[in-house]
């Protein structure tokens, strides 16, 4: 399955963005996927996965109960609702497929990133 991400930008604190993860191929549907971030130096961070049926999600602890994420797979597409952003969430967003783990490794396919800005 082939990913792109889309949806970032500019924002200011306190702000909300929507990420959108479009996947191409009959696949998607059947598979787990996540998102990961990455900011300039650091390591690539678990922000939240979810199951190839939308019934089970796994958040990171920094974005829980301010991000959601969701599944349409009629539409091959993922989401990442992103509220109460900070400035500390900029960063380079990833979508990826094949896994709900915590782990970057444990994924298959990856989408080219979403640069996401938050202005204090």
């Known amino acids: 399955v082939q990913l792109q991400a889309s ?3 500019l924002v200011q604190a306190g702000g909300s963005l ?4 479009a996947a191409s191929g009959r696949t998607f549907s059947g598979r787990a996927m996540g998102w990961f971030r990455q900011a300039p130096g650091k390591e690539r961070d678990f922000v939240a996965s979810i199951s190839h049926n939308g019934g089970r999600t796994y958040y990171a602890d920094s974005v829980r109960g301010r991000f959601t994420i969701s599944r349409d797979n009629a539409k091959n ?3 990442l609702q992103m509220n109460s952003l900070k400035p500390e969430d900029s960063a380079v967003y990833y979508c990826a497929a094949g896994s709900t783990s915590f782990t970057p490794n444990a994924y298959y396919s990856w989408g080219q990133g ?3 800005t938050v202005s204090s």
């Open 77 to 79: 597409t993922g989401y």
């Open 114 to 116: 979403t640069q996401v």
């Open 7 to 9: 949806g970032g930008g």
């Open 18 to 21: 929507r990420l959108s993860c």
